[in-house]
């Protein structure tokens, strides 16, 4: 319940990320996952419904959208976003 409660004035921001390796070549040898791109967009609804989070606090990186795949470089300017103006509290 603290947790709750603590820090909701404070600015909120969360990255979530899903990979689910889907189109790699094969030599690559990376098995194909299921339901990691679901799992990112289940959990921003939690967020948005439950926690109050706004959808322009949240940002999804995921490999099934290409203009937010994830990449080093995306990957590196969503934590970047994330930290970016934090405050003690956040």
């Known amino acids: 319940q603290d947790f709750l409660r603590m820090g ?10 899903g990979l689910n390796y889907h189109g790699l070549p094969p030599a690559w040898k990376i ?15 939690l967020l948005q419904e439950c926690y109050g989070f ?9 490999d099934s959208d290409p203009s937010m795949k994830p ?10 976003w994330l930290c970016d103006g934090a405050q003690p509290g956040d």
């Open 8 to 17: 909701m004035s404070a600015r909120r921001r969360a990255v979530l990320i």
């Open 31 to 45: 098995p194909e996952l299921f339901g990691c791109i679901n799992d990112v967009f289940n959990m921003a609804a």
């Open 54 to 62: 706004d959808q322009s606090e949240i940002r999804a990186v995921v």
């Open 71 to 80: 990449t080093r470089a995306t990957v590196l300017q969503s934590i970047e």
